[in-house]
């Protein structure tokens, strides 16, 4: 992307006046750390931009600490006022002036807004949930736990994001309405609550039984009973000393 420029009139008796503007962008690269991440992987190694230019005449009047706009660009403040050519040096101190953050989403036209850039990036990647209706003959689908855990982790990557970038408030709701589903969804798949870096292993799930419809009192109770009449059989096997592999296979089936 090309920078945004301004003409400057070439006049002999008012010459333009060399300046820097300086940009300070964030030493953390990402806008919330989760609890295992270390700070050092996401320092900003590139945290000041400085742009050498050319700027209007009127730039030699000014003060340090002196709040000016650049058309185009934004806020600016004075740190080193301009000062002519020096007879010790023989050369010109240019005027230097620090970027004000507006508070807005999109930052300096020449650096762009990366985080905002990325939130909405990963917001395409993500289609909403799509609503169903659910009936007594709709019959629950459960997806694989690795890909529900990753969907959750993005969408709560993307939440974060949107927060940090002050975002629509409709947006932010909506994302995390989305991320609670997921979140719920998980709950579902896996009987586990959702933990950051701790993803339940597939093998955990394998050869599960089909969950029962425990809204319906008479399956609870059959379950209940069931549960109950199992505990006492392998009481009763370690009781009387039974064989090991009949042991084991009553506490597999509890």
Not at 36 to 41: A, L, N, P, V
Not at 85 to 105: F, N, R, W
């Amino acid at each position: 992307r090309s920078s945004d420029l301004t003409w400057l009139a070439d006049c002999s008796h008012a010459h333009p006046i060399p300046t820097v503007c300086i940009n300070y962008d964030h030493l953390i690269t990402k806008p919330v750390l989760g609890k295992e991440e270390d700070f050092k992987h996401f320092i900003n190694k590139n945290s000041k931009q400085e742009e050498v230019m050319l700027g209007d005449p009127c730039l030699r009047d000014l003060k340090k600490g002196d709040i000016i706009q650049l058309q185009r660009r934004g806020f600016y403040i004075c740190d080193q006022p301009y000062e002519p050519v020096s007879p010790h040096s023989c050369k010109e101190a240019p005027c230097i002036l620090i970027y004000i953050p507006d508070g807005h989403t999109k930052e300096m036209p020449t650096s762009g807004s990366k985080e905002k850039t990325k939130a909405e990036t990963v917001r395409k990647e993500i289609p909403p949930a799509p609503k169903e209706k659910w009936t007594s003959d709709t019959q629950e689908v459960v997806q694989d736990p690795s890909v529900l855990y990753n969907k959750v982790a993005v969408q709560g990557d993307l939440v974060r994001d949107l927060k940090a970038t002050k975002a629509a408030k409709e947006d932010v709701d909506a994302a995390v309405t989305q991320l609670l589903s997921l979140k719920k969804e998980y709950k579902q798949a896996t009987g586990q609550d959702y933990k950051p870096g701790n993803p339940v292993a597939a093998k955990a799930l394998d050869g599960a039984a089909p969950k029962a419809d425990l809204s319906n009192p008479g399956d609870s109770n059959t379950l209940y009973d069931k549960v109950t009449q199992q505990g006492e059989l392998v009481r009763k096997l370690k009781a009387e000393k039974a064989p090991k592999d009949q042991v084991d296979v009553a506490v597999k089936t509890l």
